[in-house]
């Protein structure tokens, strides 16, 4: 210790002297140290000194909003967080009720404004706690769901999670731990990228499981848990100064024509008639291709077809983009003018916008058409239609959907979060397909998107309560230590299924408001009976929901 304290010492002098030469001094008052360290047997922490003031040495602080504890759980700071979430759940509690209120999809963006903005925030940090830790943020989180949909207390948490299409908190934070992981990948100059790209001491996490792993070490796990390995991020474009003028030609002669009203003779017409007007330009034909586990991009030019495969979680977009940059590449070893023709209008205008914040394959494209124009080539750019017959395209189509060579293996940043979000949301459906006994199961099995109804507060609550199941009739026993409820005509228990669709005691209000042979789905699916809220009035069932 002794060794250390010396060290963090002439450390802190260090950093004394240049604040006083660079005109900033550091508060004392608002300094203070802390010994991150995992022994629990009694040991000496440092003395040090700034300004000639002790440096007092706490056991927690709080830094950029979040509160680091010496031994690294964040216990402390899951438990102020969800102090914090609890007095923001207070204000849903006020704007909702089982008979007045706002609309379910308002509530969901007040949580998701006032609370799942807090949890959310930090959550690549301290998603390192032990699950026991993390788990007392769980209760915030389905409580805010629960009261934005007003479903029952006793109310299945995979069900709300998926009538709300809010997946678990455990989800959510494996989604933004990849993406701030494949952010951090995509630009190497930043200050965490060899630390995260390649983590140190990961035996040692291995066989100490209950060691605060590092974050590179936590994405391996989750990315071994989603069953895909690693892949390699495109770099992030960073020599590109806002300043820069881009000008790049193009070509609007098919634009004008819309393609649902114009037919393919009239679109190879005008083509025959526009590369008459430009004779003198070498045509280009580039096209990008994604199916099932296949990406795939050609160039065609004159009598030569080059084309790649590209990673499977590679986009349309990124493939049609690529294709172009492709083609720009090959134009180095001539001497003529072009015209690269591309069936991408969202590649044409990536190219017509192109700022700091573009797609860096358009960044890349700009990059090179501005070294081709330097060294003399005139390079025009033309969007014509897709499969009307031009040879080219269709060279260009064919080679793309075949292309198996692949010299260029990497995902662009948007493309890897959006693989990201497909992979967390397969995780979800499989988690979803294992509740066969759940009711909403039944009539609703996947998952990815919310079953929102625009009705008032009290018809919506008691929609919500029939989906599930769960009703104050059903399933107030559970709270009250009370017997199953039965049916007293079929001694059956006593379900939302029973009453709707099978007690003989409301075949006749069955029959007058449904007619013969309706399911459950047909009742309570995303489009709800129209009769529905009138059957429930006439046997009484309204109430008791």
């Known amino acids: 210790m002794g060794f250390v304290e010396r060290k963090l010492q002439e450390a802190v002098n260090k950093i004394s002297e240049w604040g006083k030469k660079n005109g900033f001094q550091i508060s004392s008052q608002k300094t203070v140290a802390m ?107 389905n409580q805010g769901l629960r009261l934005s949909l007003g479903a029952f207390r006793t109310s299945p948490i995979q069900s709300i999670y998926v009538l709300c299409n809010e997946p678990s908190l455990e ?39 209950s060691f605060t792993s590092t974050l590179g070490f936590r994405v391996g796990g989750i990315l071994r848990n989603l069953n895909i390995n690693d892949f390699p991020i495109l770099e992030k474009v960073d020599d590109f100064p806002p300043w820069k003028d881009i000008k790049l030609n193009f070509i609007d002669d098919f634009e004008h024509l819309p393609k649902s009203t114009t037919s393919t003779l009239v679109y190879r017409s005008i083509f025959y008639e526009h590369r008459h007007r430009f004779s ?22 004159g009598n030569t077809v080059v084309s790649e495969r590209l990673h499977k979680f590679c986009s349309v977009f990124t493939s049609e983009i690529y294709g172009i940059y492709l083609a720009l590449t090959k134009m180095d070893s001539f001497n003529k003018n072009f015209i ?9 205008e990536a190219l017509k916008k192109i700022n700091t914040l573009s797609h860096p394959l358009a960044l890349k494209c700009a990059e090179m058409h501005q070294y081709l124009t330097e060294k003399g080539l005139t390079i025009a750019f033309c969007w014509i239609p897709g499969h009307v017959g031009i040879s080219g395209n269709e060279k260009a189509d064919q080679a793309s ?47 990815g998107h919310a079953i929102i109804s625009n009705l008032y507060r009290r018809r919506d609550v008691i929609l919500t309560r029939l989906r599930i199941g769960h009703t104050r009739l059903t399933h107030k026993h559970l709270l009250c230590s009370e017997p199953l409820p039965m049916c007293s005509r079929c001694q059956s228990i006593l379900s939302v299924k029973h009453i709707l669709i099978q007690c003989p005691n409301f075949n006749i209000f069955r029959l007058n408001r449904f007619g013969r042979n309706i399911t459950i789905r047909d009742l309570l699916g995303e489009n709800p009976h129209q009769n529905l809220f009138l059957f429930l009035k006439d046997i009484g069932f309204n109430k008791l929901i």
């Open 401 to 447: 959907k075949t292309a198996s060579l692949m010299l260029e293996n990497f995902v662009p940043l948007g493309d890897a979060q959006q693989a990201v979000r497909i992979l967390i949301l397969k995780k979800w459906q499989s988690i979803w397909d294992e509740q066969q006994v759940n009711k909403l199961h039944e009539f609703h099995p996947s998952v």
């Open 280 to 301: 003198n330009y070498e045509p280009v034909f580039t096209d990008g291709s994604k199916s099932e586990g296949h990406v795939g991009t050609a160039v065609a030019m």
């Open 171 to 209: 989800l959510r934070r494996e989604r933004l731990t990849l993406n701030t992981f494949f952010k951090i990948k995509s630009n190497s100059s930043h200050p965490m990228y060899y630390k995260v790209i390649n983590p140190i001491y990961g035996s040692l996490f291995s066989l100490r499981l």
């Open 35 to 141: 010994h991150f360290c995992r022994r629990r047997g009694f040991h000496l922490d440092p003395k040090l000194l700034l300004h000639d003031c002790t440096i007092p040495i706490v056991r927690d602080a709080k830094y950029l909003g979040l509160i680091f504890d010496s031994k690294l759980t964040f216990k402390p700071h899951v438990n102020y967080l969800k102090r914090k979430c609890i007095q923001s759940l207070n204000i849903i509690k006020m704007l909702s009720g089982t008979s007045y209120g706002a609309e379910t999809s308002t509530l969901l963006k007040v949580y998701k404004a006032l609370i799942q903005s807090k949890l959310d925030y930090g959550c690549v940090v301290y998603g390192s706690a032990s699950k026991s830790v993390l788990k007392a943020l769980d209760t915030v989180h």
């Open 340 to 348: 690269v023709y591309t069936d991408s209008k969202s590649a044409i």
